[in-house]
């Protein structure tokens, strides 16, 4: 099998680690690499696949850390690109006692992946392309309906790949992990929690 391409959101969780507080009331959060394909990725690297991220990033610590940490995991990253005008996108996240999650998202870099950069990659090389769900729905370059082309880059890859996937958007928080998601993609169900431990 040739290899897979994972595509759509990385960013930052910014975890509040103080139990039970909301945002606004928590004072202490722990820095995770995330966003739903990122996660993918990582644990289709985990696994044992060969796999590339086609991202963007903010040319700032934020961003090289999402980078050092997918190569961390055996991710390619040479389709991560690099935004000199926007920051890494940041999620912060808390769980409330009663078990629901107050999400706030500093949206940045993820949402301006374009066109010329994703149409640059040769989707002959692979032979699974997964393309994030909420990718569709982010500001920018990407964005649905009102952007037209994003949904002809989906046809795209379904004419050039042997099998093309996306996730079904659930919330899922796994704090004990090297990548956390609190969006996660259906595909990671082939990750356990070993996996996506580094080897």
């Known amino acids: 099998m040739k290899k897979i ?4 959101e990385a960013l930052i969780d910014m975890i509040c680690t103080d139990k039970g507080k909301s945002l606004s009331d928590g004072d202490n959060f722990l820095k995770k690499a995330g966003g739903a394909p990122t996660n993918v990725a990582a644990a289709i690297a985990a696994l044992g696949g060969e796999v590339e991220l086609a991202a963007k990033v903010g040319v700032d610590p934020f961003g090289k850390h999402l980078v050092d940490v997918m190569q961390s995991f055996g991710v390619s ?5 690099q935004d000199e005008v926007h920051f890494t996108t940041f999620a912060f996240v808390s769980l409330m006692e009663n078990g629901e999650r107050d999400f706030y998202f500093n949206r940045g870099a993820d949402g301006q992946l374009n066109r010329d950069e994703v149409d640059s990659i040769d989707l002959g090389e692979f032979s699974i392309a997964h393309f994030g769900s909420a990718t569709g729905f982010l500001p920018g370059h990407y964005r649905l309906p009102t952007k037209a082309w994003s949904r002809n880059h989906c046809n795209r890859i379904s004419s050039s790949v042997s099998i093309p996937t996306t996730g079904i958007y659930y919330s899922s928080m796994i704090n004990n992990l090297s990548l956390t998601s609190h969006g996660t993609s259906s595909t ?9 431990k580094k080897p």
């Open 5 to 8: 391409l994972c595509i759509g």
């Open 77 to 81: 990253t040479r389709w991560v690109f």
């Open 188 to 196: 990671a169900a082939i990750s356990s929690k070993s996996a996506m």
